[in-house]
T-cell receptor, first 114, second 114 residues
Framework: DTAVSQTPKYLVTQMGNDKSIKCEQN?????MYWYKQDSKKFLKIMFS???????INETVPNRFSPKSPDKAHLNLHINSLELGDSAVYFC?????????????FGEGSRLTVL | SQQGEEDPQALSIQEGENATMNCSYK?????LQWYRQNSGRGLVHLIL?????REKHSGRLRVTLDTSKKSSSLLITASRAADTASYFC??????????????FGQGTTLQVKP
């Protein structure tokens, strides 16, 4: 069983569309994250949730809206997609919020905006 | 904001040689972690070293931490073609409010030639 799974793996869409990426973890972790990796492989945190509560929101445009229906799921909805949103989006989880522990990453969702 | 910088950006070696990657950061940390990313895949945690530790080993991996110089190094001994990947350091900043936020460096791309 995959520990952190995200869907879809690839997403190609037109500018202005709205899209969602889903993430689920079966590790029983309390904390989940969304990271964005650009074409130069730079990885930047976007959001984190701890037990469904938003903890980190890193000055991400409000076109990006995370939703955590329960602590095992963290979805990312993006409105009015722009060319600059093209990137690989990674979901990750950690056992708990405190302590800066090990992150477990999903395989990534590559978003291409045309 | 704090960001790790890695050196070199790219490294190409022959199988059997050792590979050394360096990471520098800007502010005090609680811990520093190293991750590996194979092409097209998610990041995988390799090792975590706490701010009060100076050296840590895991199999063929050796990590050092020098908090006075705000730097860390990752040594992979007796490299194999399967070690070909990008390697990232990530820091958990002290005083970050226990948010679990990790700041990633830009990575070193390692190629091990058979």
């Amino acid at each position: 069983d995959t520990a952190v799974s995200q869907t879809p793996k690839y997403l190609v869409t037109q500018m202005g569309n709205d899209k969602s990426i889903k993430c689920e973890q079966n590790l029983g972790h309390d904390t989940m994250y969304w990271y964005k990796q650009d074409s130069k492989k730079f990885l930047k945190i976007m959001f984190s949730y701890n037990n469904k509560e938003l903890i980190i929101n890193e000055t991400v445009p409000n076109r990006f809206s995370p939703k955590s229906p329960d602590k095992a799921h963290l979805n990312l909805h993006i409105n009015s997609l722009e060319l600059g949103d093209s990137a690989v989006y990674f979901c990750a989880s950690s056992l708990r919020q405190q302590g800066g522990g090990e992150l477990f990453f999903g395989e990534g969702s590559r978003l291409t905006v045309l | 904001s704090q960001q790790g910088e890695e050196d070199p950006q790219a490294l190409s070696i022959q199988e059997g040689e050792n590979a050394t990657m360096n990471c520098s950061y800007k502010t005090s940390i609680n811990n520093l972690q190293w991750y590996r990313q194979n092409s097209g895949r998610g990041l995988v945690h390799l090792i975590l070293i706490r701010s009060n530790e100076r050296e840590k080993h895991s199999g063929r991996l050796r990590v050092t931490l020098d908090t006075s110089k705000k730097s860390s190094s990752l040594l992979i001994t007796a490299s194999r073609a399967a070690d070909t990947a990008s390697y990232f350091c990530a820091t958990d900043a002290a005083g970050s409010g226990n948010t679990g936020k990790l700041i990633f460096g830009q990575g070193t791309t390692l190629q091990v030639k058979p």
